[in-house]
């Protein structure tokens, strides 16, 4: 069960905790009154009782607003978020090719990098697609990333270069890595850095007021939305929700 962790500008000090649903998908809807001038010890407060109320219910993971400023207490009261790692992953061909078109650059004209600390099976998947459209792949991936690499250039007769002396367009990071390119996507961590590009849904509007990135891996991870129906925006998108 998920949880949705919000605060409403409104009179009371009720923490109102209801079942609800979000795009199909059952939850349980924390909402947590705020007035302006609160102090932030009452704010606290205030969640934590319907953080734990939320656990109380069988919540193990919440969503909130983007940047929101007390997941501390959510946490100490046993709540995690969405995970993004798995979704971003999911998403490395997308985003490869959406940098190129900012950069005004044809795939079949670029290089992109993939790096990790060995061939996981989200770098292999990123690697067997972009590997026919792109010029040049790179693969940084030690022992396991040359196998990958004679295997690509076995199955699709394409350029597979070595990590070194070859400026990647676009690198794609599937682990820590140092990796440098023109975009880069760090897309490892419980924070993946996705270089300003959005994930978004054709033809979908989103509930206003989460973070979008976690929504939409719980989704993905729910089977409510599939990779042909998901599209990368460029930087500075303005999006409706």
Not at 151 to 170: I, Q
Not at 209 to 227: K, M, N
């Given at each position: 069960m998920?949880?949705?962790?919000?605060?409403?500008?409104?009179?009371?000090?009720?923490?109102?905790?209801?079942?609800?649903?979000?795009?199909?998908?059952?939850c349980q809807r924390a909402t947590v009154p705020v007035r302006e001038g609160m102090r932030e010890g009452t704010r606290l407060r205030r969640v934590a009782r319907g953080a734990r109320e939320l656990v109380r219910r069988?919540?193990?993971?919440?969503?909130?607003?983007?940047e929101f400023p007390c997941w501390e207490a959510l946490e100490e009261a046993g709540l995690r978020s969405v995970e993004t790692e798995a979704f971003c992953q999911m998403l490395a061909p997308a985003l490869a090719l959406a940098a190129l078109r900012c950069q005004d650059r044809r795939p079949e004209q670029a290089a992109v990098l993939l790096s990790g600390t060995g061939v996981s099976p989200a770098l292999f998947r990123a690697a067997e697609q972009l590997c026919p459209q792109v010029r040049d792949l790179v693969v940084d991936?030690?022992?396991?990333?040359?196998?990958?690499?004679?295997?690509?250039?076995?199955?699709?007769?394409?350029?597979?270069?070595?990590?070194?002396?070859?400026?990647?367009?676009?690198a794609l990071c599937f682990g820590p890595s140092p990796a440098a390119g023109e975009t880069v996507f760090r897309l490892c961590g419980p924070t993946p850095d996705l270089a300003g590009f959005l994930p978004a849904v054709r033809g979908e509007m989103l509930p206003a007021?989460?973070?979008?990135?976690?929504?939409?891996?719980?989704?993905?991870?729910?089977?409510?939305?599939?990779?042909e129906q998901l599209n990368v925006l460029p930087p500075n998108t303005k999006l409706l929700t």
């Open positions: 998920v949880g949705i962790m919000e605060w409403k500008a409104e009179k009371g000090r009720r923490v109102r905790v209801e079942r609800d649903w979000l795009l199909g998908l059952p069988g919540v193990r993971r919440v969503l909130t607003q983007a991936a030690g022992e396991e990333g040359e196998e990958l690499a004679a295997w690509l250039r076995a199955e699709f007769g394409a350029a597979v270069r070595p990590p070194d002396g070859v400026e990647a367009d676009v007021g989460l973070d979008r990135l976690p929504l939409l891996a719980l989704l993905w991870e729910e089977g409510r939305i599939g990779q």
